[in-house]
T-cell receptor, first 113, second 113 residues
């Protein structure tokens, strides 16, 4: 069966510190991978998506970057966090032969202090 | 550019009354369409989807949505709601060429007795 792991669940980081959130998918090959930020009243804001290793599309210019070093691994990073980076981050995957449905991780609540 | 607009941010409704949640999208390529539901303190779950074929799709719990290509809409309806339908509902659109998956801002449905 297919599973998605996202960690950590919660994170408190000081302003100016680096960030690395990791997401891994099991049980499927060549998934489409996504990073979203969810904020109340703003839905899910697409940050990055990837259709293959090393292929990253950035949707919102900001203080974050993403990488896909392996087929089923997607990493969200920052060199220096800002207060405005606080939020709830969700990783998701999809493949067309599963009907294109996106499956979400449990999310990471990031608080920058 | 691709965008998803949910026209109502909050929809209060009485139990057993009908409800309609509106979703419009814009895209330069053909799309797949989804409705997701997020119950309080839970993750996102797929409610229903349109990939191809019949433009009217149904979920197992009584929701239905109709794809209208000319109006670029995918409105969600239920003829009689229950208290348990209280949740946030998200419309999502995936481009058929690169699987970019974008979400609307969400509609909060509150069902009252």
């Amino acid at each position: 069966s297919q599973t998605i792991h996202q960690w950590p669940a919660t994170l408190v980081q000081p302003v100016g510190s680096p960030l690395s959130l990791e997401c891994t998918v099991e049980g499927t090959s060549n998934p489409n991978l996504y990073w979203y930020r969810q904020a109340a009243g703003r839905g899910l804001q697409l940050l990055f998506y990837s259709v293959g290793i090393g292929q990253i599309s950035s949707e919102v210019p900001q203080n974050l970057s993403a990488s896909r070093p392996q087929d089923r691994q997607f990493i969200l990073s920052s060199k220096k966090l800002l207060l405005s980076d606080s939020g709830f981050y969700l990783c998701a995957w999809s493949v067309l032969n599963f009907g294109g449905e996106a499956f979400f991780g449990q999310g990471t609540r990031l608080t920058v202090v | 550019a691709q965008s998803v607009t949910q026209l109502d941010s909050q929809v209060p409704v009485f139990e057993e009354a009908p409800v309609e949640l509106r979703c419009n999208y814009s895209s330069s390529v053909s799309v797949y369409l989804f409705w997701y539901v997020q119950y309080p303190n839970q993750g996102l779950q797929l409610l229903l989807k349109y990939l191809s074929g019949s433009t009217l799709v149904e979920s197992i719990n009584g929701f239905e949505a109709e794809f209208n290509k000319s109006q670029t809409s995918f409105h969600l309806r239920k003829p009689s709601v229950h208290i348990s339908d209280t949740a946030e509902y998200f419309c999502a659109v995936s481009r058929s060429n690169d699987y970019k998956l974008s979400f609307g801002a969400g509609t909060t449905v509150t069902v009252r007795a």
